[in-house]
């Protein structure tokens, strides 16, 4: 068994995972979103000492498994430097304790991984890849063979939702406040769609957010309006370039994950984008869309059956990651 450990960000998780068969044993997550709602966002100081309160809480129901552990899984990038540690400190203290090995797991291939939880991987496979900090188009082909087709040049997909959703002041994760909300209005308020003059494969959401606000400061909207459009236009844009990828690259296989792929508006268009292409389309179970360490597992069961460790001295927290560009 592997247990792993997830605090990249504003949830604590730990999961434990048969090796043979990829089940999951015990999985907990404590969400800390509603410590961060008031604040419109994730607070790292904050977030650091829950997931210090945390940690030990979750650990010590899974100590009927420590005798069976063959290793001990932790994300170490890319997150907030301050909430990464604390899981990372823990991890390491664990793989010294108990005296198996520690493996660093990137949170963007967990993400991947959350597709394949109780199930072998499928490969090679086209990745949308659309959370609060990224939102990239990826070529997945194992654990150690993933490029970048896409990336984001200013904010991401989610985090537009969390900015337009903190403009209307509806709180923090702004993502499933704003398609409850786009549900109940009309697509009116006009809206660019970007980059759609340049030719390449990249994303960018800071014109239509501040559109966004453009269109809040003129105060002849309605909010389910303003967030029906949103909606609409942001995942147009990566519709957009999604298609761009798949004409370029024609892929059998496409997947949505992170904690975006939640949004049933945005798997709508895919499945749209599945038949006009034939391509087979996944997505993760909802549970594991948002962050969670049964994908950090998942992911450190293939790393383990490659022998891919870390030290426990060398093993290093990097709160920003870049993948090689296909
Ligand atoms: O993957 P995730 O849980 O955490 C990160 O790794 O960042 O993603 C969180 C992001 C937040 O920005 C949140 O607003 C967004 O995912 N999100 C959504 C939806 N549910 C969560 N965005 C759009 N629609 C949703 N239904
Ligand atoms: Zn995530």
Known sequence: MILAIESSCDDTSIGVMEIKTKKLLFHKKISQELEHSKYGGVVPELASRLHAEALPKILSETKEFFPHLKAV????????????????????????SLN????????????I??????????????VLLVSGGHT???????????????????????????????????GYPGGPVIE??????????????????????????SGIKNAVR?????????????????????IEHLVFMSKRAIKKYKPKNFAIVGGASANLALRDEFEKLSNEFGFKLFYPEMKYTSDNAAMIARAA??????????????????????????
Do not use: W
């Open 136 to 170: 990239k188009i990826l070529n997945f082909n194992g654990i150690n063979d993933v490029c970048e087709i896409a990336t984001t040049l200013d904010d991401s997909f989610g985090e537009s939702f969390d900015k337009v959703a903190k403009m209307l002041g509806l």
């Open 100 to 111: 198996i090995p520690l493996i660093g797991v990137n949170h963007l291939i967990g993400h």
């Open 214 to 234: 453009l269109a809040i400061e003129e105060g002849k909207y309605k909010k389910e309006d303003i967030a029906a459009s949103f909606q609409k236009k942001a």
């Open 73 to 96: 899984a932790v994300t170490n990038a890319p997150g907030l430097s301050v909430t990464l540690q604390e899981g990372v400190m823990m991890a390491k203290a664990l793989s010294i």
């Open 113 to 126: 991984y959350s597709l394949f939880i109780g199930k072998e991987e499928i490969k090679p496979m086209m």
């Open 301 to 326: 069961v293939e790393m383990y059956n490659k022998k891919m460790f870390s030290d426990y001295k060398d093993l290093k927290i990097m709160p920003r990651v870049e993948f090689k560009k296909c």
């Open 180 to 205: 409850k909300l786009a549900q109940k209005g009309q697509d009116i308020v006009k809206l660019p769609l970007p980059l759609k003059n340049s030719s390449d494969i990249k994303f960018s959401y």
